[in-house]
């Protein structure tokens, strides 16, 4: 009697394995997450989100109908937004491997939101930041996983929200007197203020010391985009430090605790040239370059550039992923319109 209640409890054990292979032969089913995988999920030109495991040879894979895809930080899980005339913007997320995409809220009913910038992780990946427009204005909410809550941020008026690195604030772009300016507050919604820096900024980041950093022009080239400095400050806009002088630069993202990544892109050919500088000693070097791309983003751990590759007029266009250290180059993706966003490595 034993066995046989053995025999029966392991045949049913491997029912849900004969099942994820079956499905995985008729192309149902992703196989399971390998070790040491990196994945990029990202859009294409028909607002289709598709994941692709840099590692692999199997090709992109569609995830769902939606566009701006984000990773958690933290899991392989992914937040999106989707579109219809009928429902207006949601929000949802994902499992990379399950394939249930689950709503979470309504951002926009129609008509649609007019700006709407990309949903942000929290580092802790408990939490995602986002802008909505459904009660007319342009606010931030929060949405807690954990306790499958929204929460709105009063007085948050604006966009690009992004977290600092222990959770407890929020930075954002929101527009003065019809100037855009730095804001921040914090997460629970309290102690709102406004940070004037003397000119035209890109929505801020955090640094891990709890500074930020921005791309930023004077009033005077309010008319030339392209002309930006990468400026350092205190959350209350003190100690104001800028690295770059050259006119040319824009801030990319954290390489590690003490050096960030500028990005340079030329007038002439769209190559980017991205240069890591030390924020004690203000020292600058070339790090890489890369060739006609739009959507630049930097893996994780740093080891690769991923980006959309200008090889055609018009979309899709392919990804292409280069190494940092090594500079091998392999195309990746042949659909893609613009949004990559890197997970981490598993």
């Not at 090709?59 to 933290?74: E, H, W, Y």
């Not at 990005?263 to 240069?275: I, N, P, Q, V, W």
Request: neutral net charge; proline residues 6%; contains cysteine.
């Amino acid at each position: 009697m034993h066995n046989k209640i053995s025999l029966v409890s392991k045949a049913n054990l491997l029912v849900p394995v004969f099942i994820w292979i079956l499905n995985a032969c008729n192309g149902l089913q992703e196989p399971a997450p390998k070790l040491n995988s990196q994945y990029i999920v990202y859009n294409s030109p028909d607002h289709q989100i598709y994941a692709v495991d840099i590692y692999s040879r199997n090709g992109p894979r569609k995830l769902a109908n939606g566009f701006s895809p984000t990773f958690s930080p933290v899991e392989l899980k992914v937040a999106f937004y989707n579109d219809s005339l009928r429902s207006g913007v949601r929000l949802f997320i994902l499992d990379l491997f399950e394939n249930n995409p689950v709503e979470l809220v309504t951002i926009s009913k129609p008509p649609r939101i007019r700006y709407l910038a990309d949903a942000k992780w929290s580092h802790a990946g408990t939490k995602i930041a986002y802008n909505s427009q459904k009660q007319g204005t342009m606010e931030l909410y929060v949405y807690d996983l954990l306790e499958k809550r929204e929460t709105k941020l009063n007085g948050a008026r604006g966009f690009a929200p992004e977290w600092s690195y222990d959770d407890r604030k929020i930075s954002f772009w929101t527009l003065v007197n019809e100037l855009y300016m730095v804001a921040i507050i914090n997460a629970d919604g309290t102690g709102l203020r406004i940070i004037d820096l003397g000119g035209i900024p890109s929505p801020a980041k955090w640094l891990p010391d709890g500074r930020l950093v921005c791309t930023i022009r004077p009033f005077s080239e309010s008319q030339n985009p392209s002309y930006t400095d990468v400026l350092i400050f205190r959350e209350d806009g003190s100690e104001r430090v800028q690295i770059t002088n050259d006119h040319r630069s824009h801030f990319f993202g954290v390489y590690d605790e003490r050096t960030i990544i500028t990005a340079t892109t030329s007038a002439l050919d769209s190559s980017t040239r991205f240069d890591l500088i030390d924020l004690h000693t203000l020292g600058r070097k070339e790090w890489v370059t890369i060739e006609k791309s739009v959507s630049p983003v930097v893996s994780p751990d740093n080891q690769w550039i991923g980006y959309v590759a200008l090889e055609r007029r018009s979309f899709p266009l392919p990804i292409y992923i280069i190494h940092t250290e090594t500079r091998e180059r392999r195309k990746i993706a042949e659909n893609a319109y613009i949004g990559l966003s890197w997970s981490k490595r598993f």
